[in-house]
């Protein structure tokens, strides 16, 4: 089993420019989500999705969007990349239910720099 | 408001000096701690998870514990293989979304 998959694993983008991560998971989890990992700040919760077919904003969503392509896949799309979406991606699933499964299982991760 | 703070930020320890890390929480209705290891340009990698006080959990030289208020990451003997940073969260809001909310980590460094 590979887990959670994440591609690219690195990407430089110019201001403006617009792009996807993709992330898929084969442990057939419902429960999908993207964060963002910077310097003193944790993870970050963008969005998530809690079953196929939902998704829903987390944290710190502005200038994101998400797919939910199917149980196994969850992207991610910078519409008009800014400098300050660069960061390092994860994505992550689980198959929270009663009072079990929260725990989540993470991709390598997406480092991404805008220019 | 649901809240994690890790401390110390970083921790040098000598191979074979004991430590423990501490992960301060406040949630409405504990659902599950977890505690991740996440190497330098890795994702974070899933040790344990405690549902209720005076629960603990052990693997090779770490040991989870968790009470009301904290939960703590025993390190026995460190060995320089275990330096990495080490994460906290705890399941976060209502329902079965799954969500969970993070500490900042505390980064340990072991030198041989």
């Known amino acids: 089993n590979a887990g959670v998959t994440q591609t690219p694993k690195f990407q430089v983008l110019k201001t403006g420019q617009s792009m996807t991560l993709q992330c898929a998971q084969d442990?057939?989890?419902?429960?999908m989500y993207w964060y963002r990992q910077d310097p003193g700040m944790g993870l970050r919760l963008i969005y998530y999705s809690a079953s196929e077919g939902t998704t829903d904003k987390g944290e710190v969503p502005n200038g994101y969007n998400v797919s939910r392509l199917n149980k196994r896949e969850f992207s991610l799309r910078l519409e008009s990349a800014a400098p300050s979406q660069t960061s390092v991606y994860f994505c992550?699933?689980?198959?929270?239910?009663?009072?079990?499964?929260?725990?989540?299982?993470f991709g390598p991760g997406t480092r991404l720099t805008v220019t | 408001e649901d809240q994690v703070t890790q401390s110390p930020e970083a921790l040098r320890l000598q191979e074979g000096e004991s430590s423990s890390l501490n992960c301060s929480y406040t949630?409405?209705?504990?659902?599950?701690l977890f505690w991740y290891r996440q190497d330098p340009g890795k994702g974070p990698e899933f040790l344990f998870t405690?549902?209720?006080a005076g629960e603990e959990k052990e693997k090779e030289r770490l040991k989870a514990t968790l009470t009301k208020k904290e939960s703590f990451l025993h390190i026995t003997a460190p060995k320089p293989e275990d330096s990495a940073t080490y994460l906290c969260?705890?399941?976060?809001?209502?329902?079965?979304?799954?969500?969970?909310?993070f500490g900042q980590g505390t980064t340990l460094q072991v030198k041989p």
């Open positions: 442990m057939n989890h419902n429960s």
């Open positions: 992550a699933s689980s198959e929270p239910g009663q009072g079990a499964g929260y725990e989540q299982y």
């Open positions: 949630v409405s209705g504990l659902r599950g």
């Open positions: 969260a705890v399941v976060h809001g209502s329902g079965n979304t799954g969500k969970l909310i």
């Open positions: 405690l549902y209720s």
